[in-house]
């Protein structure tokens, strides 16, 4: 009845952890939608603007991932998380009383802040919240409530743009008449505010998994050296992978408008309707199928797993991209989809396999620093970089670039992947009988900290 009662428990911080994570990204996303407003109202151009939504918010975030996601192995985290949620919808909230470029700058990069500390606490809250047997699973959850954020991010702020449009004006004592941009980030600063303060009052932190050793106060760096570096090495070949994703993301509503002809308001909702779809199917599945395998004796499940999503995603992306009508290529965009963004959580199943408690935040922050500076970073220029091989206008070889991204990046991540199988099978089968061991000593897992 206790164990019944703390599995509810852990599913109910899963869901309002999960809740966060969409509203980070909307928050995160938010100014793709407000670029023509913002250019006029704070006189910025085009360049300043990619900056904004790049590497201002990219770099920061990957960064400061690494010192945070050490704090969430040695500290507090539901604290952490609480903390992280202020900083990030104070700086939303503040972005839309921004009179300058650099003052939104400033304020971009402490959402970046704010945002890079979520994910490593929540994770590793995650992992303590669920006995091993149900950790893949909740975790699957947790990153399909990401996949939510990231690709309905566009669906739910264009609903906020549309809202803030149709508003009669809002006129605040200090700052004079609103502009529907600026109510459109007030209006999605504020959930991250009020979510913190629900978290702060119905969550405990729970007790850590007992460790060999006791946790180090700084930095350990163990996922550079043994035995774990195979986990931090399996993230960055999974970002290979990633490029395809966010380069296809980033362009494909585009694609819609120059290719086909449809409204970019159409282009958006249609594209994220159709990733949405496509990933969370993919990440609720993969999971199950990398425990269906290693209960049969697969302890390399989560690479097989992972490198046949790659493998089986990246041709049907090339097909998309050369699709000749606008429902060829979201068909056989949503199905590329389900394989590689669904079989990228496999990183994240491994970290709870293979990566002991004390030591699971700062490695899926280092995990998360390689995925930004490879997948985020390059993804999208990528795609850009690849139309300019073929002859003609640029403009007019966008599929052509697409196709050519998933062609290179698809077979060499899977390749990455199916190299690091030996290790991180070692990895594996070693943690496994450690966890033996461990429930034979159910005592040490017993006992809560408030």
């Given at each position: 009845?206790?164990?019944?009662?703390?599995?509810?428990?852990?599913?109910?911080?899963?869901?309002?952890?999960?809740?966060l994570y969409v509203v980070a990204f909307v928050d995160r996303m938010?100014?793709?939608?407000?670029?023509?407003?913002?250019?006029?109202?704070?006189?910025?151009?085009?360049?300043?603007?990619?900056?904004?939504?790049?590497?201002?918010?990219?770099?920061?975030?990957?960064?400061?991932?690494?010192?945070?996601?050490?704090?969430?192995?040695?500290?507090n985290r539901k604290w952490l998380v609480v903390g992280a949620a202020v900083i990030w919808g104070v700086c939303t909230l503040g972005s839309g009383f921004a009179n300058t470029f650099w003052l939104l700058c400033v304020?971009?990069?402490?959402?970046?802040?704010?945002?890079?500390?979520?994910t490593p606490a929540c994770v590793s809250l995650i992992s303590d919240l669920f006995p091993p047997e149900d950790r893949a699973q909740a975790t699957s959850v947790y990153m399909a409530f990401g996949a939510l954020g990231a690709t309905g991010a566009y669906i739910l702020g264009g609903l906020a743009v549309g809202a803030a449009e149709a508003l009669p004006p809002i006129v605040l004592p200090l700052t004079g008449l609103l502009r529907p941009w600026q109510e459109v980030l007030l209006g999605v600063g504020a959930p991250s505010l009020l979510l913190a303060a629900v978290l702060a009052l119905t969550i405990r932190e729970p007790a850590r998994e007992q460790a060999a050793a006791p946790a180090a106060a700084g930095l350990t760096l163990a996922w550079i050296r043994g035995p774990y570096w195979p986990v931090f090495l399996m993230f960055i070949a999974t970002a290979i992978g990633q490029v395809i994703v966010y380069g296809l993301g980033g362009w494909a509503p585009t694609y819609l408008v120059r290719q086909f002809h449809w409204a970019a308001g159409a282009a958006g909702i249609?594209?994220?309707?159709?990733?949405?779809?496509?990933?969370?199917?993919?990440?609720?599945?993969?999971?199950?199928?990398a425990e269906m395998w290693s209960a049969r004796g697969r302890t390399d499940a989560p690479m097989l797993v992972l490198a046949a999503g790659l493998l089986l995603g990246f041709p049907l992306v090339i097909v998309s991209a050369l699709a000749p009508t606008a429902a060829g290529f979201l068909g056989f965009f949503a199905a590329g989809m389900v394989f590689i963004m669904g079989t990228g959580v496999m990183p994240f199943i491994a970290i709870q396999w293979a990566v002991p408690s004390r030591l699971r935040g700062e490695t899926l922050a280092a995990g998360l620093l390689g995925n930004s500076l490879t997948g985020i970073a390059i993804g999208p220029t990528a795609v850009v970089l690849a139309s300019h091989i073929f002859p003609g206008d640029q403009a007019s070889h966008l599929g052509q670039g697409i196709a050519l991204v998933a062609a290179v990046c698809g077979p060499l991540a899977a390749i990455c992947v199916l190299a690091l199988r030996k290790p991180m099978t070692r990895l594996l089968a070693a943690k496994g009988e450690e966890a033996a061991l461990i429930r034979e000593v159910p005592a040490v897992l017993v006992g809560e900290t408030a």
């Open positions: 009845m206790e164990r019944s009662w703390n599995v509810r428990r852990g599913w109910y911080a899963v869901g309002l952890l999960g809740a938010i100014l793709g939608l407000l670029v023509e407003p913002l250019r006029r109202d704070l006189h910025i151009d085009d360049t300043q603007i990619s900056l904004l939504m790049g590497p201002a918010f990219a770099i920061f975030y990957a960064v400061v991932a690494l010192p945070l996601g050490r704090t969430a192995d040695v500290s304020l971009r990069i402490g959402v970046a802040i704010g945002e890079a500390a979520l249609a594209v994220g309707v159709a990733s949405m779809t496509a990933s969370i199917t993919g990440m609720l599945i993969s999971p199950k199928l």
